[in-house]
């Protein structure tokens, strides 16, 4: 009876490639985009932890219920801070989830209701300018729209570079064809 023998390859067995560190989701950019986006993804995560998570939804909620008597247009600016917060923190997720386009709209609007809380701050303390030092409170948070806006840029202008290489490559129908 004959065996069926297998003769060992004289391939060298293909060592499995070295898979990048990816932060979050994989879709990061590559080369030093990616690395630089890695870099910012946790200054993102400890600017929104100080500046949204802690300043911007406990100095809300100490306005609401630490005083006594506020004045309503002062509810309302911290209102828009704290709801400007809750933005930053759910477009850190969502970046870090791997939605940058989606997630710099969000920081867009949170922005905007930074500057309004800023110019509601300006307009309550107009009478007492050495009362106005909260606005070290809530701007840093400016430089996490930069970020993520950043961080967009680095992931898809690569992208969208190389789709619009593609396609001004792209075959152009002939008339000559006979088909």
Known sequence: MRKNVKLPSKKAPKKPEKENFFFFVKDQGEGAAGVAVIILKFAEIALTTIFALCLGIFAPLCIWFGVEDVDPFYALTAGIWF?????????????????????????????????????????????????????????????????????????????????????????????????
């Open 83 to 179: 709801a400007s917060s809750v933005l930053y923190i759910a477009g850190l997720f969502v970046v870090m989830f791997g939605h940058s386009k989606i997630a710099s709209v969000i920081h867009v609007f949170a922005a905007a209701g930074t500057l309004a809380t800023y110019q509601g701050y300006r307009r309550l303390f107009a009478e007492f300018p050495e009362l106005n030092n909260t606005s070290g409170l809530y701007m840093p948070c400016l430089f996490i729209t930069v970020i993520t806006i950043t961080i967009m840029l680095l992931i898809n202008v690569p992208k969208w570079i190389e789709k619009r290489v593609e396609k001004l490559n792209e075959k152009a129908p002939s008339i000559f064809d006979d088909e």
